[in-house]
């Protein structure tokens, strides 16, 4: 069974300008996650989606972070204008519906450096 | 709103020795505890998980009991192995499956 796939695994950009990430969870998960992992601290949602329904916002800052999930299958977060503070690495990951088994599956994610 | 609190690291053990992570949480509700672990290069990924009071995790020679009455679920094994290092994250669900919170992350370096 495939994993959680993102792309891309690295990105450098210098801040106000913009990157995108992309996730594809693994396959029959309606449930997506979105996470920013700074260095030295946990995980923190950023979006959840049901299908293609947003769940959770509410740490999303939603003056430069976008997400999407068309058609309840793959995601993009974007991200624009970029910050210093924005350097982190983002973890999508996914889960059965309603996520019954208490599971996530979490891809590699991917790195951004902001300079 | 719901925390979660880790021992800090790094934690550097010899093969074999005892391991304790210690995990509290806050909560307002009655949640799900996990602990999820990340090895290097790789994604986090469910260790083992407790959904109710007095409820014993274990998996890969690891144990955590869900403890309400001092809000903890400390991770424990017995002979840690060098291939056990990694960064070791206590989480918790409100909503069984849904609102994860997670800790900080505890980075464990077992040598031979």
């Known amino acids: 069974e495939a994993g959680v796939a993102q792309s891309p695994r690295y990105k450098i950009i210098e801040k106000r300008q913009s990157v995108a990430f992309w996730c594809n969870p693994i396959?029959?998960?309606?449930?997506l996650y979105w996470y920013q992992q700074i260095l030295g601290q946990g995980p923190k949602l950023l979006i959840q989606?049901?299908?293609?329904?947003?769940?959770?916002d509410s740490q999303l800052p939603k003056d430069r972070f976008s997400a999407e999930r068309l058609k309840g299958v793959d995601s993009t977060l974007k991200i624009q204008p970029a910050k210093l503070e924005d350097s982190a690495v983002y973890l999508c990951?996914?889960?059965?519906?309603?996520?019954?088994?208490?599971?996530?599956?979490f891809g590699e994610g991917s790195r951004l450096t902001v300079l | 709103g719901d925390s979660v609190t880790q021992m800090e690291g790094p934690v550097t053990l010899s093969e074999e020795a005892f391991l304790t992570i210690n995990c509290t949480y806050t909560?307002?509700?009655?949640?799900?505890l996990f602990w999820y672990v990340q090895y290097p290069g790789e994604g986090l990924q469910l260790l083992l998980k407790?959904?109710?009071?007095?409820d014993k995790g274990s998996n890969k020679g690891f144990e955590a009991t869900y403890r309400k009455e001092t809000t903890s679920f400390h991770l424990e094994k017995g002979s840690v192995q060098v291939s056990d290092s990694a960064v070791y994250f206590c989480?918790?669900?409100?909503?069984?499956?849904?609102?994860?919170?997670f800790g900080p992350g505890t980075r464990l370096s077992v040598l031979p």
């Open positions: 396959s029959g998960h309606a449930t």
């Open positions: 989480a918790l669900s409100e909503h069984y499956g849904q609102n994860f919170v």
């Open positions: 909560a307002t509700g009655y949640p799900s």
């Open positions: 989606f049901q299908n293609n329904g947003v769940v959770d």
């Open positions: 990951a996914s889960s059965q519906s309603g996520g019954n088994t208490g599971e996530l599956f």
């Open positions: 407790a959904t109710k009071a007095d």
